[in-house]
């Protein structure tokens, strides 16, 4: 075998040898192969999650928003930046509380110029109310991981109560942030003409359902 051959056949072996590696890892739990305590199993039990403040983790929220446009299709939009805490009580859901803020002008319609657009004063005034803020007042449990949450959601200055059908998605400790994790999936109808929004009914429906998927994070402290 002259030397190039040689030369061909080390590689081989080297290529080879790298991919019974890779495909050894991938069939490992990624706990392993990145050497962290898997998690504990999610729990689905909201008086089994630890009491305190909990704050949105942004990275995993979301607020999405359908209207009916001329009866031929429900218009699908999002809100991008949001912040919120929750004070989470466990043994009473009624002793829980939690606020959400939401930036006017991240709303995101998937167009550039329909967001501007949205701003003005006959939509959602967001160069004079730059934020949508909701605050709770009660909190019950109406069932199973069901809950159903009141407050007031202020939105171009005016405050309206809201109800919140609210369900528990369950918690656990979450290795990657360090922290107790827990998420809600939550939904509501809204009339838009409540909060002074009219422009275009009934082309444009009054009526608006708003989704909302979030979580929240609670560090322990140490000391």
């Known amino acids: 075998m002259n030397a190039l051959s040689q030369i061909v056949l080390s590689g081989y072996r080297g290529l080879v040898s790298s991919l019974v590696i890779v495909i050894g890892l991938a069939t490992l739990p990624i706990a392993q192969v990145i050497g962290a305590e898997p998690s504990p199993a999610l729990s689905k039990v909201f008086s089994a999650q630890p009491a305190g403040e909990y704050m949105l983790d942004r990275t995993h929220a979301s607020v999405v928003w359908r209207v009916a446009h001329m009866g031929l299709s429900r218009y699908t939009a999002r809100f991008d930046k949001m912040d919120g805490k929750l004070d989470f009580r466990p043994g009473s859901a009624a002793s829980s509380s939690v606020e959400f803020t939401i930036e006017t002008a991240s709303v995101n319609t998937g167009i550039v110029p329909f967001n501007r657009q949205l701003m003005d004063a006959e939509w959602f005034d967001g160069t004079k109310q730059p934020t949508i803020r909701f605050r709770s007042t009660g909190m019950e449990a109406v069932g199973g991981n069901r809950y159903r949450l009141s407050g007031g959601l202020t939105m171009r200055g005016i405050t309206k109560p809201v109800v919140w059908d609210v369900t528990f998605n369950g918690g656990l400790y979450n290795t990657f942030m360090q922290a107790n994790a827990i998420g809600f999936s939550a939904k509501t109808t809204l009339k838009r003409s409540d909060w ?28």
């Not at 444009?204 to 708003?210: F, K, L, Q």
């Not at 998927?213 to 402290?221: A, D, Q």
Request: aromatic share 4%.
């Open 196 to 223: 002074g929004m009219t422009k275009l009914i009934p082309l444009v429906g009054d009526e608006v359902e708003v989704e909302v998927e979030v979580e929240f994070l609670n560090r322990p402290t140490t000391g």
